[in-house]
């Protein structure tokens, strides 16, 4: 099993949709990213969380420590919001490596129509 | 450009060939990593480095591979005797950890697409 788990692994939705995609990890995490990945490969940071919730225009990002749960959040979506989603953490015993590496989830396939 | 720049974009390779990459972090950043991903899955972690010093490997990296960052500065990842298996999009990201400061968030590179034949 993956530390960290993504679902839906994919999601297609009409332009104005409000979107969740969530994210479960098993370990202990100091901060948990998500990241946006176009066609071509460039990742793109969009939140990174310890605690609570943050919001950036149309994109809300919550995290839920207790249950090892995060959601990502997309309002009125759009067709130029498609791409993957990507799901990474900190793990706690990074701190031991003195390392920050990230462990990442196999992402979320996003397709907005208009 | 003040990001994470990668050359080349892509490589196209024969199988048994060497191929060299690049990764120039942002300036002031201290460490710098290296990911590997293959199609359809999330980035998997090879290796960092904090200024010069290499202080972890994954166990993805064979001996084949070797990643240098000789000044602190840009890092170069090689692989020797590329195999099909090594096809894959590699990512570099930097960030600025000082001792005694909180975790920051990394920066991503454009990544390197290779593609061996």
């Known amino acids: 099993k993956n530390e960290v788990e993504q679902s839906p692994q994919n999601l297609t939705a009409q332009e104005g949709e409000f979107i969740t995609i969530n994210c479960s990890y098993s370990?202990?995490?100091?901060?948990l990213h998500w990241l946006q990945q176009h066609p071509g490969g460039g990742i793109v940071s969009l939140f990174m969380?310890?605690?609570g919730k943050k919001k950036h225009g149309r994109l809300i990002a919550t995290i839920n420590i207790q249950e090892k749960h995060s959601s990502l959040h997309i309002t009125a979506s759009h067709p130029r919001d498609s791409a993957v989603y990507i799901c990474?953490?900190?793990?706690?015993?990074?701190?031991?490596?003195?390392?920050?590496?990230?462990?990442f989830g196999t992402g979320t396939r996003l397709a907005v129509r208009p | 450009d003040t990001g994470v720049s990668q050359n080349p974009r892509h490589k196209i390779t024969k199988r048994g060939q060497n191929v060299t990459f690049r990764c120039d972090p942002i300036?002031?950043?201290?460490?710098l990593y290296w990911y590997r991903q293959t199609l359809g899955q999330g980035p998997e972690f090879l290796t960092y480095?904090?200024?010069?010093?290499?202080?972890?490997k994954s166990r993805l990296l064979s001996d084949r591979f070797s990643a240098e960052r000789p000044k602190g500065s840009f890092s170069t990842l090689e692989i020797q005797r590329t195999e099909q298996g090594d096809s894959a999009m590699y990512l570099c990201?930097?960030?600025?950890?000082?001792?005694?400061?909180?975790?920051?968030?990394?920066?991503f590179g454009p990544g390197t697409r290779l593609t061996v034949l």
């Open positions: 480095f904090q200024n010069e010093a290499q202080l972890e």
């Open positions: 990474a953490v900190r793990l706690l015993s990074s701190e031991k490596s003195s390392g920050d590496k990230l462990t």
């Open positions: 300036s002031e950043h201290n460490r």
């Open positions: 990201a930097s960030s600025l950890r000082l001792q005694g400061t909180p975790y920051n968030e990394q920066f």
């Open positions: 969380l310890s605690s």
């Open positions: 370990v202990g995490i100091s901060a």
